[in-house]
């Protein structure tokens, strides 16, 4: 995928800023992906038949694998290929809907939005973790309202309906696939609600009643209110290089963000109302009650906005060094 000037900045105050993460025994306080061939992890989606294992997968210009590594320990106990699909473009996206079936987004667009249809693949989660090919089903996705790049994919926990959101810098959209995708014929996606962020990635809470996006900066939860979402507030999301991706851990209460790169470390924090701290925009009394800093479409928060800061002055400083020099 493109690399945009942003995260790649952040990259450069991760190592100072971000804490580190501490093994817990079922990975929900974080873990670092071990495996040297997950060199670009942009999607995560927490196992629903393997405590403490959490799919992943590369992203454009790797083969059709996903991989199940283990929250304890942080290494890879499972490689699945994928057969029975073309040759993989631009996978971002992972989760798993009802009945133990994983589902992969092959729907980025490196091209800004110019292909004319994408892929989702499903295939049953494995009862037994070890390597091996399975077969998975392919489907062609178009959008009614043309061609989109687009990093984040959600399914349904309780309908097994997929949903997938576009990535732009201003805010993108929900977009609705069919009740039921077909293997055989396109599958349109129709936009439903608008998204207030440049989103990577998303997931839904485990009861299907929240729904949360994260992008570089920050992230937004939302009510899911039957596709029609509702903004309820922000997340509190990690300092990360280029944070690609989040999930719900599987009992709900904690959220677990991902981020590309080697050793790539995944970061844990509490979802909103596992402490009883989400609130609804009733009970928050409206945005501006809140004060100006928090109603900033999720993408800033002065931490961010101040470390951003530091780093335009240091590359300013090094501009200048490197002209001086020349």
Known sequence: MRRPFAPLAVALLVGVFAAPAALAADGDDGFTIKDPRIKESSGLAASHLHPGIYWTHNDSGYGPQIYAVDGRTGETVATITLSGIGKPRDVEAISIGPGNQIYVGDIGDNLGGTWPYVWIYRLPEPKELKDRTIRATQYVV??????????SMVVHPKTGRVYIIDKKEDGGHLYEGPAELSPSGTNVFKPIAPVDLW????????????????????GIHYD??????????????????QGESVTYSVDG????????GADSPVRVRDAPGA??????????????????GSDDGGRFGAGTVAAVAVVAAAMWGVGRLLRRRS
Do not use: C, M
């Open 142 to 151: 178009k959008y009614a309202d043309g061609a989109r790049d687009a990093e």
């Open 199 to 218: 989103t990577t990635d998303a997931a839904l809470s485990p009861d299907g009643t929240h729904l949360a996006v994260r992008g570089y900066f920050g």
């Open 224 to 241: 899911w209110n039957g596709g029609r979402i509702k903004r309820a507030g922000r997340l509190d999301v990690p300092l990360q290089g």
């Open 253 to 260: 209460t904690k959220l677990l963000y991902g981020s590309e």
């Open 275 to 292: 402490d009883g701290s989400a609130k609804s925009p009733s009970q928050q009394g409206g945005p501006s009650s809140a004060g100006a």
